[in-house]
């Protein structure tokens, strides 16, 4: 080092002198420095998404991905090979494919190849100055794993967007329906996975997801729409921010606490209103690692030990939620692989629907009297 501090001190004058220059245009001069501190330096708008409205949370994805990215010129990425079903296609056309000859473009067409395109997403972060995202089916991130993995050991910011994730995929049947996926992401130790219930919770975890700059995260999304719920979104902010909240609530200590991610989040709801004859609270519970992290007085307000049935309802394997439904809750899920049938008759044959979820309720609350 000290033979060649001389040299060391020309670069940087050099690199100094051609920063000022660049300052001069005040829009490199906020790309530069935004990608320098590799912190969100500002805040940033999201789409209106309007309560009542059905949306599958990829196209929520999507529209909060083309609303930010000019403010975020550090966020690059794509798709592997899934543009339209990711809804990344947009990002896509309007900042063009990174090339040799293209070296401003911020759309990486990572192929039909998760593996390499989670292992590239890690070599981008560490380099630092870029936020890199990368959208696949979810049943596609056992690909993945390796460099999951690798990321939360090494506590980078990579953002993977991960759509299509349950049996409601339909037709496609079992090789393209996720079971085990989502739990298999939560065991993975400092990582972050989101599962929204609507567009507003989705933007709200996407925010988490860019403002996190020492944890991976994945975002867990629907293809099929799902009701948008009440509430603005920096109350939405507010909530998904603790991991867990009360969505829909009773007067008094309730009968029957139902935790829900996702799109059975709107199947909770639905239920609750039909057993207007119980005191019943509808959890929302899009990310697991933020929940835990909160302290213990609010865990067990939100989810009371004692006096009430806990029940959850999650279109994925049932393994895990014992944690927070305790050894006599009702977990509500699918131990199984999926079939291929339109999504409506798998809800029906796999139980997720309104009856079929109030009869095993009425079922479990039998066994306890």
């Known amino acids: 080092f000290r033979t060649r501090f001389n040299d060391l001190i020309a670069l ?9 220059k660049f300052s001069k245009n005040s829009e490199l001069k906020n790309i530069i420095a935004s990608t320098i501190s590799e912190k969100i330096i500002s805040e940033f708008d999201t789409p209106d998404f309007s309560a009542g409205e059905v949306l599958a949370t990829r196209k929520a994805f999507g529209a909060v991905l083309d609303s930010i990215a000019d403010d975020l010129p550090q966020l690059v990425g794509g798709s592997a090979d899934l543009e339209p079903s990711n809804y990344t296609g947009n990002f896509a056309e309007k900042f063009g494919d990174f090339t040799k000859i293209n070296q401003s473009g911020r759309n990486i067409p990572f192929g039909v190849r998760e593996f390499p395109m989670a ?10 100055g870029l936020i890199p995202f990368g959208g696949t089916f979810l049943v596609f991130a056992d690909y993945e794993r390796p460099a999951l993995r690798l990321a939360a050991i090494q506590k980078i910011r990579v953002i993977h967007e991960l759509t299509h994730d349950s049996f409601y995929v339909g037709e ?3 090789t393209h ?10 065991a993975i130790p400092d990582f972050c996975v989101y599962r929204p219930a609507d567009a507003k919770e989705t933007a709200s975890c996407m925010k988490l997801a860019l403002k996190n700059d020492s944890m991976p995260s994945a975002l867990i999304l629907t293809r099929q729409g799902v009701p948008i719920i009440e509430g603005s979104q920096n109350q939405v902010d507010d909530n998904v921010n603790k991991g867990a909240y009360t969505l829909l609530d009773c007067s008094g200590s309730p009968e029957i606490v139902i935790l829900a991610s996702g799109s059975e989040v709107s199947l909770a709801i639905e239920v609750a209103n039909k ?12 990310c697991w690692e933020l929940f835990d992290m909160q302290p213990n007085e609010y865990k067990e307000k939100l989810i009371p030990k004692r006096g009430s049935l806990k029940v959850s309802i999650e279109a994925g394997v049932t393994q895990g939620w014992e944690k927070y439904i305790g050894r006599y809750g009702l977990s509500i899920g699918i131990n199984h692989f999926g079939s291929s049938a339109p999504a409506a008759d798998l809800a029906e044959k796999f139980g997720f629907t309104c009856d079929k979820v109030i009869e095993k309720i009425n079922e479990s609350l039998g066994s306890l009297l």
Do not use: C, F
Not at 12 to 20: A, L, P, R
Not at 275 to 286: A, E, F, G, T, Y
């Open 172 to 174: 496609d049947g079992p």
């Open 119 to 128: 292992a590239m997403m890690n070599g981008m972060a560490l380099h630092g």
């Open 275 to 286: 057993l207007n004859d119980k005191k019943i609270r509808v959890v929302s519970m899009p």
């Open 177 to 186: 329906q996720p079971v085990e996926q989502i739990m298999s992401l939560r």
């Open 12 to 20: 940087e004058n050099e690199w100094s002198d051609t920063y000022k």
